[in-house]
């Protein structure tokens, strides 16, 4: 079992920054692929951006540029550095982890971006 939990949610002005963090703790040997979704009341789930255990990233097209997700692998911790926050990226906010054969995710953190 692993464990997900998030951080550094809260309320910002629009075009302001928030640093979430998720702490993975418990069987996190095996945890490759580490990311941050997002959902929305009424709406899917979204990938917003992803990091390999080596380095390789992936991000939602209506972050790029903004959003810079980093990981610290000592620490078992990955981190969304987000910045020009838009009213639109109010959000709860859900780390994932993958190890290949089991999909973790943490209780969520809510951002919210007012105008």
């Known amino acids: 079992q692993v464990q997900l939990v998030e951080s550094g949610g809260g309320l910002v002005q629009a075009g302001g920054s928030l640093r979430l963090s998720c702490v993975a703790s418990g069987s996190i040997s095996n945890i490759n692929v580490m990311r941050w979704y997002r959902q929305t009341q009424g709406k899917q789930r979204e990938l917003v951006a992803s990091?390999?255990?080596?380095?390789?990233?992936i991000y939602a097209d209506s972050v790029k540029g903004r959003f810079t997700i980093t990981r610290d692998n000592a620490k078992s911790t990955v981190f969304l550095q987000m910045n020009s926050l838009k009213f639109e990226d109010t959000a709860i906010y859900y780390c994932?982890?993958?190890?290949?054969?089991?999909?973790?995710w943490g209780q969520g953190t809510q951002v919210t971006v007012f105008s």
């Open positions: 994932n982890a993958d190890n290949g054969l089991t999909s973790y």
């Open positions: 990091i390999s255990r080596h380095g390789w990233l």
